[in-house]
């Protein structure tokens, strides 16, 4: 059964940086194209990022030049490094296939605050 798994949320403040991980058991990342997603309370869940297969990553206009999207294949684990947060970066953000697939994962918190 898939389930992704995210990490490395957590409270930092605007212009800060933080990395989250996914490991998706039951996901070969090598094979899926991935993304990131996120949710605030009240608002439908929101694409951020993509990794195809092949092909360049791609992303949404509010964090183009801010997050990066990566993968390692070797350990399985999707990245998003994000830089110069800012306090609408605050949401539950989630990883799964791309679309997305029925299991998603608790998320991880990312607060951006002072």
């Known amino acids: 059964q898939v389930q992704p798994v995210e990490s490395g949320g957590g409270l930092v403040q605007p212009g800060g940086s933080l990395r989250l991980s996914c490991v998706a058991s039951g996901i070969i990342l090598r094979f899926n194209a991935m993304a990131w997603y996120r949710q605030t309370p009240g608002k439908q869940r929101e694409w951020v990022a993509g990794?195809?297969?092949?092909?360049?990553?791609n992303y949404d206009d509010s964090v183009k030049g801010r997050f990066t999207i990566s993968k390692d294949n070797a350990k399985n684990t999707m990245y998003l490094q994000m830089n110069n947060l800012k306090p609408e970066d605050t949401a539950v953000y989630y990883c799964?296939?791309?679309?997305?697939?029925?299991?998603w994962g608790q998320g991880t918190q990312v607060t951006v605050s002072t």
């Open positions: 799964n296939t791309s679309p997305p697939g029925a299991n």
């Open positions: 990794l195809p297969i092949a092909g360049a990553t």
